[in-house]
């Protein structure tokens, strides 16, 4: 019988007593792929998309590392921070309000119940925080609050953990996953990570996301970067 997956009370317990690691710029976090490189490639491709933006909407926030990188080539942006997370929300704060003159607004709670209007940002970004959407309901109606929150032309990227529809080619990618993290710390690490994961996140393929990110009414949707069980990618209202 399938253990049930970690509740809302037990995600933002995790993420309170892990500011340290999600505050690190350089180098991302060592259990994603890739990390730094998408960090990147979501910044460079939210500047280039809406390089006369004003309002920035960072989903699950974490400790601020994506609003930071889009600061860096976006300036002076109004940013509006969401997370679980108290500490992680006092810690983005913290760091975004050095970087942009204009207001940072730290909203807690779960994107899945805050209203966040309409016709308000022009760039959202949503690092490794949908993977915790359960069904496809919730799938569908946070993608369809992102589009709606969008001013015309602006962009929503998203870097995250992904699964894959075909079963087989799941367990070589999670078997490639599992090699990865043992080699960055050992096999305890990766029993660790694998063990968090299965508890709990609940990701989608790559092909689904995309697919009902078209659904809610994006036109255009661009893969950035796809390396094993982790992909950057958004779309364009």
């Known amino acids: 019988m399938m253990k049930p997956k970690s509740t809302v009370d037990e995600i933002r317990a995790r993420f309170d007593n892990d500011v340290e690691r999600f505050s690190n710029l350089e180098t991302g976090q060592s259990a ?36 930071l990188k889009v600061l860096e080539r976006v300036p002076n942006l109004e940013v509006t921070v969401v997370d679980l997370s108290q500490p992680m929300l006092d810690r983005a704060v913290e760091r975004i309000g050095r970087q942009t003159s204009r207001p940072v607004t730290a909203v807690r709670g779960d994107i899945r119940d805050l209203d966040i209007g309409r016709d308000s940002f022009d760039i959202i970004v949503a690092a490794a925080v949908l993977h915790h959407l359960r069904t496809d309901d919730e799938w569908r109606a946070v993608f369809s609050k992102c589009y709606a ?10 870097a995250d953990l992904v699964s894959h529809d075909a079963g087989e080619v799941q367990s070589m990618m999670w078997a490639r996953y599992g090699a990865y993290l043992e080699a960055v710390r050992g096999a305890e690490y990766r029993d660790h990570v694998l063990a968090y994961v299965e508890h709990e996140d609940t990701p989608r393929s790559l092909a689904y996301q995309t697919d009902v990110l078209r659904a809610v009414g994006f036109g255009r949707v661009e893969i950035l970067h796809k390396h094993g069980c982790f992909a950057a990618f958004g779309a364009i209202k």
């Open 32 to 67: 994603t792929i890739d990390a730094p490189l998408m960090l990147d490639l979501v910044a460079e491709a939210a500047a280039a998309m809406t390089p006369r933006a004003a309002a920035l909407l960072d989903i699950g926030c974490g400790a601020g590392n994506y609003s």
């Open 149 to 158: 929150t969008l001013r015309r032309g602006g962009s929503m990227w998203i």
